[in-house]
């Protein structure tokens, strides 16, 4: 006997009867008839994601240059006050470069407010140079009257040396004696090892935004009051306070005058008071002999004879 195989015909019942080896979830796709034509293609759904990925894209490029500028080359001092005799100035220059190093640095010192002396921060692996000008007449300087004022130092970075991308690195001065001046405006060119010059000389802009290359400009204190306590020749202590003037203008000199006690009045009264002991005391001695005597005479009087 030969086995044949039956195919269900749609209309029987084994045709209806479900397969318990076969899912029946139900299929979540939706069809042609429920998804207009523009939806089924996909475009404005995709065209508004790639729309707005390029937005982010450009966001962040714009961003990012905003960061590296504000990397620019610094400059601070922790002792710099107005007509101070000496200070350490510091400059911090960050390597902007991504594939170059910086070799050379070359930092200008204001004209308008010159220094008599600058002493340079040996750095292990660079060489330091200082140039000087000449003013066309004697200058005074503080308390100097100079003709010539150093003008320019230059830091060279040896064969091994340098700062490398990702880094920084500190460049430290003195000067004397620091300008009577609110600020000190330097000019600095940053020089790389493919020979590009990033030149930090800009002012700040009139809208109040900052430069792109801004120029290292110092913040010098104010000078606080000093007070001296002197003796008068009559005794009293007074004291004086100097108020340092302004640009052209002479010191303010105010003197407080306050009585002393002097040390002749306590020694007079202490004079008198020992005095006074003195004469109370050989008053008493003199009243005791007396008495004395007048007993003596009246004792003898009443013996018998």
Do not use: C
């Amino acid at each position: 006997m030969t086995a044949r195989t039956v195919t269900p015909d749609s209309n029987t019942p084994e045709a209806n009867t479900p397969d318990p080896n076969r899912s029946h979830r139900p299929s979540t796709a939706p069809t042609g008839e429920h998804m207009s034509g523009k939806q089924a293609s996909g475009g404005p759904g995709r065209w508004l994601l790639r729309a707005g990925s390029a937005v982010l894209v450009a966001i962040a490029a714009t961003a990012l240059p905003a960061g590296l500028a504000s990397a620019h080359v610094a400059v601070n001092s922790p002792d710099a006050v107005r007509g101070g005799e000496l200070a350490l100035v510091s400059f911090r220059v960050p390597n902007e470069s991504v594939t170059a190093s910086t070799v050379k640095l070359t930092l200008t010192l204001p004209v308008a407010t010159p220094v008599a002396e600058v002493q340079v921060q040996p750095l292990p692996g660079w060489s330091q140079s200082v140039t000087t000008r000449k003013f066309p007449a004697p200058t005074k300087v503080g308390d100097f009257t100079l003709f010539t004022v150093p003008d320019v130092i230059t830091w060279t970075a040896g064969a091994a040396a340098g700062v490398k991308p990702g880094q920084f690195q500190i460049f430290q001065i003195t000067i004397a004696p620091v300008p009577g001046t609110p600020t000190m405006t330097f000019t600095a060119d940053q020089t790389y090892s493919d020979r590009k010059v990033v030149h930090w000389n800009q002012p700040p802009p009139a809208d109040g935004s900052e430069a792109d290359y801004p120029s290292p400009e110092l913040t010098l204190a104010a000078a606080e009051p000093e007070t001296a306590s002197t003796t008068s020749p009559t005794g009293s202590a007074s004291s004086a306070t100097v108020s340092p003037g302004l640009s052209g203008a002479h010191p303010t000199l105010t003197v407080t005058a306050s009585p002393v006690t002097t040390a002749t009045t306590a020694t007079t009264s202490m004079s008198s008071t020992t005095s006074g002991t003195s004469i109370a005391a050989l008053a008493g001695a003199g009243v005791a002999v007396v008495l004395a005597g007048a007993a003596l005479i009246v004792s003898l009087r009443r013996r018998p004879g």
